[in-house]
């Protein structure tokens, strides 16, 4: 009864069209005004929650990330990218399609962030595509599907948020994310290709080695930014939350001292985006730490994780009503925020059925990136409709076909824990005085 209470007052302040952030507050604030003793000593608790929920140490990557990303976009780091990628693969079938998830693929690896990866390449690649005869509505659709790769190629913005949720490492997220986000860059490459000799769409000459070279060397120092912040949290060099500090100040280095492309004038404007979308981010997490907060306090996880080991669900069936949920919820909210709401009500359950907390994370992230390109309210399809000058149906429509594909994707993730598991397998061996019975997903 209490927890559909809470979830109708947050329903209720969703439809009327109250943001996101504002109406987690608010929902805490009415049941415990209306529906609970509510004193000073509650203020107090809730004053000391949300102190304490940003005094994370795991959180303090966001604005860095997020920093890092925005000195890149706006530093000219993605032309060059774009460049290496037409020269890698553009004289396959589909060659600038291809280039364009190649670079999205890169570009992900920098920003963190699908529609800021959506923004940076597709604002070149989509004039570039439609001037070389593709159909605009293909070429579109491309560039959501490949920008939602931002998600999920570490080091990804969204991953940390369920790191900071669920208290599980930042650093086994990122390494989880390797496999599942190189797999479907090749998947979408695989669709590409196939669509692309089908309905015989141009291609650019082969580049030379030379030029290859030329173009690799052009963008190497926006490529060695992964190096530099994957190599030094493997080599346990640093933290992923000291890795993003390091990203922010290389980044900064690059845009105007490397590259020389971002003048020390626009620093200012820069660092003004970058709180901007920080800010954002923050007050979100705040707000859905203090309703995360409310529910453990009325314990609701543990009354639901309860309920559903009564049931006798089998893992497989669980993981199958995770992602309805989380398909429904992603084409009505924005990934952070499903992550930060979603995330502690799934963990204890999944936990009990012997699911690994990584593992469900991947499973959130590939969900959360179906979500940024179905509408009503994907996020890379309104980033899409804006640089291609097309409605939101038409977008979605040139999206379906790449939705299909990653649907089948989410099913292989769900139920072959192995994609996911087996780097973080490989670089973190399980303690054996720890260990859990391996899951089977189906008698």
């Known amino acids: 009864m209490t927890a ?15 943001p996101i952030s504002i109406a987690l507050g608010m929902t805490v604030l009415v049941f415990l005004v209306f529906f609970s003793a509510f004193d000073m000593m509650t203020v107090n608790i809730i004053s000391q929650r949300l102190f304490t929920g940003l005094e994370s140490f795991s959180i303090m990557a966001v604005p860095f990330f997020v920093l890092a990303g925005t000195f890149l976009t706006d530093g000219g780091v993605a032309k060059r990218i774009i460049n290496f990628a037409i020269n890698l693969v553009g004289w396959m079938p589909g060659g600038l399609a291809m280039a364009s998830i190649v670079a999205c693929a890169f570009f992900a690896t920098l920003s963190g962030s699908s529609p800021a990866t959506v923004m940076a390449i597709g604002s070149l690649m989509l004039p570039a595509m439609v001037q070389q005869g593709y159909p605009k509505g293909f070429s579109t659709g491309v560039i959501a599907c490949s920008g939602s790769l931002g998600i999920l190629i570490p080091p990804s913005i969204v991953m940390i948020i369920y790191a900071v949720a669920t208290s599980e490492s930042a650093g086994k997220m990122f390494v989880a994310g390797m496999v599942p986000g190189a797999l479907l860059a090749l ?9 692309a000799k089908k309905h015989n769409f141009p291609t650019l000459p082969r580049a030379s080695f030379k030029d290859v070279a030329k173009s690799f060397v052009d963008a190497f120092w926006g490529l060695m930014l992964v190096v530099i912040v994957m190599g030094g949290i493997y080599g346990g060099i640093f933290t992923p939350t000291e890795a993003a500090a390091v990203s922010a100040v290389y980044a900064f280095i690059c845009a105007t001292l490397i590259y020389r492309t971002l003048p020390f004038r626009d620093v200012g404007k820069v660092l003004l985006h ?25 314990q609701i996880p543990q009354d639901l994780a309860a309920w559903v080991i009564a049931q006798d669900l089998q893992a497989w069936q669980f993981l199958l009503f995770v992602n309805f949920v989380l398909l429904i ?25 012997g699911i690994d907390p990584i593992h469900l994370g991947i499973i959130m992230v590939v969900n959360m990136e179906i979500g940024m390109i179905t509408p009503p309210v994907g996020l890379n399809l309104y980033v899409a ?17 790449f939705v299909g594909v990653m649907l089948a994707y989410l099913m292989l993730i769900t139920y072959v824990p192995e994609v996911s598991m087996f780097m973080v397998d490989l670089l973190y061996p399980p303690n054996p005085a720890a260990a859990v019975a391996p899951v089977q997903v189906f008698d």
């Open 4 to 18: 559909a209470l809470i979830m109708g007052i947050l329903a209720l302040m969703l439809i009327t069209g109250t």
């Open 187 to 195: 998947l979408l490459m695989g669709v590409t290709f196939l669509y």
């Open 274 to 298: 970058a709180a901007n979308t920080s800010s954002m981010l923050l007050y979100i997490i705040t707000n859905a730490i203090l309703f995360n907060f409310l529910l453990t306090s009325e």
């Open 329 to 353: 919820a992603g084409q009505f909210m924005e990934p952070s925020s499903i992550v930060l709401i979603l995330a502690p009500l799934f963990l204890p359950i999944a936990v009990a059925l």
């Open 385 to 401: 409709s804006h640089l291609s000058h097309m409605g939101l149906t038409e977008v979605s429509k040139a999206a379906l076909p």
